[in-house]
C-alpha cells in the first residue's frame, strides 16, 4: 500500500519558481530511490532528477541542470523539487516515483516501483 502524492503545482510565469513535494507512506522511505519525472502534453514521460537514498547523490536531466535541485527530508517522508528560473517549455505533469532497488538506469520509467498521481505545473510567457 505504497503510497506517494504529489503538491505544489500550479500557474507561475516565466523566470518564477515553484516547490513540488512528495511525501510516501507505506513503507520505509529513507533507503529509497527516489526520482521525479515530467510528462508535457503528447509527449513521453521524461526524466527530470533522482536523489539516492542517502540523499547525498543526486541526477538530473540535460534540460533543467542547474535550474531544479531535488532533496529529500528523511524525518517527514517527503522528497522535494526546487524549480527556478522556470521556462514554458518547463510545463507539465510532474511525477514523484520511488525505486526500491536502486537501479542503475535511473533515467528509465521502467525501473521505479510506485509513481504518485502527478501534480500539474503551468508556466505561461
Known amino acids: 500500500q505504497v503510497q506517494l502524492v504529489e503538491s505544489g503545482g500550479g500557474l507561475v510565469q516565466a523566470g518564477g519558481s515553484l516547490r513540488l513535494s512528495c511525501v510516501a507512506s507505506?513503507?520505509?522511505?529513507?533507503?529509497?530511490?527516489m526520482g521525479w519525472f515530467r510528462q508535457a502534453l503528447g509527449k513521453e514521460r521524461e526524466f527530470v532528477a533522482r536523489?539516492?537514498?542517502?540523499?547525498?547523490?543526486?541526477y538530473y536531466g540535460d534540460s533543467v541542470k542547474g535550474r531544479f535541485t531535488i532533496s529529500r527530508d528523511h524525518a517527514k517522508n517527503t522528497v522535494y523539487l526546487d524549480m527556478n528560473s522556470l521556462k514554458p517549455e518547463d510545463t507539465a505533469v510532474y511525477y514523484c516515483?520511488?525505486?526500491?532497488?536502486?537501479?542503475?538506469?535511473?533515467?528509465?520509467?521502467?525501473?521505479?516501483?510506485?509513481w504518485g498521481q502527478g501534480t500539474q505545473v503551468t508556466v505561461s510567457s
Open positions: 536523489i539516492s537514498w542517502s540523499g547525498v547523490t543526486s
Open positions: 516515483a520511488l525505486d526500491r532497488h536502486a537501479s542503475g538506469q535511473y533515467t528509465q520509467t521502467s525501473v521505479y516501483d510506485y
Open positions: 507505506g513503507r520505509p522511505f529513507s533507503t529509497d530511490d
